[in-house]
């Protein structure tokens, strides 16, 4: 129901003739057709002025917004008197107790002065900025038409039934207590589960007492970042090429990177002994982007320097779960369990959307690092937490992660069959072993060049990425990092055409 | 089921009389009966050893994971030779396959070593450090038997039913993508539904292109403090008494706190012009923990400093929703958008558990603070941003504030009621007016001190704040901070019971 004030903002009086504003009974006040852009600071008080009040919530509350709106909007000036209550309680047919109401909660809220005797004027409340239209924030998640982005899992796979389920559970089984403000370190449930789960699927040496939940593997690295600051390490050891988003997050902790070159065999360690490098980022099972596990000398190498100098080693086990042609190898965690910050994710099983991450920790930094967890938010939340324990404990997280390594198996099959067989793919090379959720895609010598293939992929509506940005100085090596996870199912091979036409067109 | 190897490592024979290991086929590996707490560098090869095979995942996978532990907890030591692969699987009954392939796992994780020709050997893995019995981690959630606890929600209301529907509803109606990378500004969804909620119960005047959602008032805090910072900005005034944790986050962040005075209108400003102060954090609409509204004249004054000066006023309206004894007082963002920066958050209304919390800002605020918040975890948890969207403007959310509103109303009552009606609690007093979750007691002159009562009452199992940290300096006065939420309604009666007796007992 609305209803109408209108008349000057001095002596309202009713104007039959002005026709209701345009709209059902929730449309916006008419107040584009009434602003004056350039209101006079003393307005001739007989100026025709209109108010909308919406009572669908209480006649007091609907003329208070009526009347916070016309201030706002400039249709009431500062310094315009009031209409007294009662003759406004009139013209409204309102009783004059409301029109008192709410012209006290105005004052109260500031958008009204009165003095006793006094007639009630309109504050110093100065006009907003006219809104311009909304804009897309600068990272706004857009879906690409062919979607091969590199560690995306499929999402159309996510495991709705199962998670609804697990949530049921835990809302109805769970004590009042799991809204209250949670554990810095994490639930207890997910950090049991978890212990056992990295165990037995990762080969993982830890204990609920040494697990922190994080919001995501991006936290995770944060917190860390921080907490070596605060013990002194300067220098942080990165694969070269890595995740530059990574690298930017140590760097802004204060930390230095220092490159570690990547081979054949995983990264290379002969620079940190001359470096003073406290800490060691590295993703043993596939290296990102090579796809090169970290070979077994290597492992011991990194090993042996932690335990010589005290360093740190952050194993990166962002997509161990994938692997495709043999048993997962094991997380180099449970070869050095005092020296190794393991850092998992749900990122690539069930979604980055979760934002889900765990650390196992060598216990001295377990204290520090819940500390920094705390400082920076408090805790992860709760339900997801919970709901995730559920899934793992009840094995429904396991069935999601095999029947997506099957999936995600035939389609890495599909794509390099695809370019044996396709004669005018041949001089495209593939790098690193069976695993993860994307191939890096090697480029002909004399073919096009990486910026070439990524604007053609960009006309096309295909996402996927470059090697460019992952390198630390100047690209050695161009490529396409394809992902081959992030579609649906039913989307995969219109996907894979698609960016064989890029390629094969060169 | 089980099967074991029993034998020297370098001869492993069948030990017939060697009795299988305590517990079911899930039973930890017997290590500690086993394991010798100072291992010689050079065992006797014909040390008789004992591995238990648990084939449930695969006699490989099983014999892997056997020979891990028998590493790990030193049953195995470095150097120590293996038995041969024909040897190992003849006594297990296995495939010679297996064996050989279990072994080769195990050097590709750098638990073994094999040269062509030679014997495989264990590697130089140190053992981990034996693990203590999990710790109860600093903050860790617990549950008072007399929770009192001021801003903390009833969870056993949490409207577990209408979550549970949203979710539902969100996950078979949403786009896969929801699960993928999320925008770091928030869900479009919810940023539109708080834009429309806020307006019309707070009478916030925002856009969806000016909210940001973050993880929790707590990390709204520290982003603005980072945000500032970088804007040059280098003193911060917050209230005395004020809200320790916040001063904290604040202080964290580099900045200066410059105590605000409060006094029974509200936050006093006197102090902002000669300090060069930046930004003012302040609870207008119910002053924690005094529990007083900041009254107009203090609220032009503020507004006037921000346009004149261009600071920032952060406005916490951290308990906005709960007025009970007239309309709430609108949210002081509305008289001036572009000069201060409101947060809100779902802790005092669904419980801090969920971590969402928002932010309506200034335009020129929107870029830098989404930049500071994709910095510090990417986003917030999508699917909770999509279920609070989905509550919102299904209008179950304001079905639970009305219901909590009519529940704490009554609890505010009978705890005031119990203080007039009792005559050994005639000497406390309350401040503030009727809202929010917490009232302040203040303490009679000649009756016990506050550090007393929050004895007694910490014996009793009372869990309740008291005012001595909120102070910026010396407390200049003692008190108790009850928060009659938190309590099940079922409770709610015997915590009063057990408050009025620790009082009355002074």
Do not use: N, Y
């Given at each position: 129901m609305l209803e109408y004030w209108s008349g000057s903002a001095a002596d309202p009086r009713v104007d039959p003739s002005a026709d209701p504003p345009p709209g059902g009974p929730l449309a916006d006040p008419p107040a584009a057709s009434h602003a004056?852009?350039?209101?006079?600071?003393?307005?001739?008080?007989?100026?025709d002025l209109h108010v909308e009040v919406d009572t669908v919530d209480g006649r007091r509350v609907g003329l208070e917004r009526a009347l916070r709106a016309a201030i706002r909007d400039g249709r009431l000036v500062p310094g315009a008197p009031l209409p007294s209550t009662r003759g406004l309680a009139g013209r409204l047919g309102f009783a004059r107790g409301t029109v008192t109401a709410a012209y006290d909660q105005l004052v109260a809220e500031g958008y009204l002065t009165a003095r006793p005797g006094a007639v009630t004027r309109v504050a110093d409340v100065p006009r907003p900025a006219p809104t311009t239209p909304a804009s897309a924030s600068p990272a706004a998640a857009t879906v690409p038409r062919f979607d091969l982005r590199p560690?995306?899992?499929?999402?159309?796979?996510?495991p709705a039934a199962a998670w609804l389920r697990s949530t049921r559970r835990v809302l109805s089984g769970?004590?009042?207590?799991?809204?209250?403000v949670g554990d810095p370190q994490g639930r207890i449930e997910l950090r049991t589960a978890l212990a056992d789960h990295l165990g037995r699927t990762r080969g993982v040496l830890t204990t609920p007492d040494r697990i922190v939940i994080t919001s995501g593997f991006y936290q995770s690295v944060g917190l860390l970042a921080a907490v070596l600051g605060d013990a002194g390490v300067h220098a942080v050891g990165m694969e070269d090429p890595g995740h530059d988003v990574y690298r930017d997050v140590v760097r802004r902790a204060g930390r230095t990177v220092v490159p570690l070159p990547v081979d054949t065999d995983g990264a290379r360690f002969e620079r940190l002994a001359d470096r003073g490098v406290g800490a060691v980022v590295v993703t043993p099972a596939h290296q990102y982007p090579t796809g090169v596990p970290l070979l077994p000398r290597r492992r011991h190498e990194l090993c042996g320097w932690a335990r010589e100098t005290g360093g740190l080693i952050v194993e990166d086990d962002y997509d161990g779960e994938f692997r495709y042609d043999r048993q997962p190898v094991g997380a180099l965690q449970g070869m050095a369990p005092e020296h190794v910050a393991y850092c998992g994710s749900v990122s690539k099983t069930l979604g980055p959307g979760l934002r889900l991450a765990w650390l196992a920790l060598p216990r001295r930094l377990v204290e520090p690092v819940v500390t920094a967890k705390l400082r920076a938010d408090f805790h992860t939340h709760t339900l997801g937490q919970l709901v995730l324990a559920d899934l793992i404990v009840r094995h429904d997280y396991d069935r999601h992660v095999r029947a997506a390594r099957l999936s995600y198996r035939r389609r890495r099959e599909h794509l390099v069959g695809r370019f044996a067989a396709e004669r005018a793919l041949g001089a495209y090379g593939f790098q690193g072993v069976p695993a993860g959720l994307h191939v890096l895609v090697t480029l002909p010598a004399d073919g096009p060049t990486e910026p070439d293939l990524l604007a053609t992929c960009a006309e096309r509506g295909i996402a996927l990425r470059g090697t460019r940005e992952l390198w630390h100085g100047t690209p050695r090596r161009q490529g396409l990092l394809v992902g081959f996870a992030a579609p649906a199912e039913h989307a995969w091979p219109a996907t894979l055409d698609a960016l064989a036409a890029v390629l094969r067109e060169g």
């Open positions: 004056d852009p350039h209101p006079d600071p003393h307005p001739d008080p007989r100026v560690g995306l899992p499929d999402g159309s796979a996510f769970a004590p009042a207590a799991i809204h209250g």
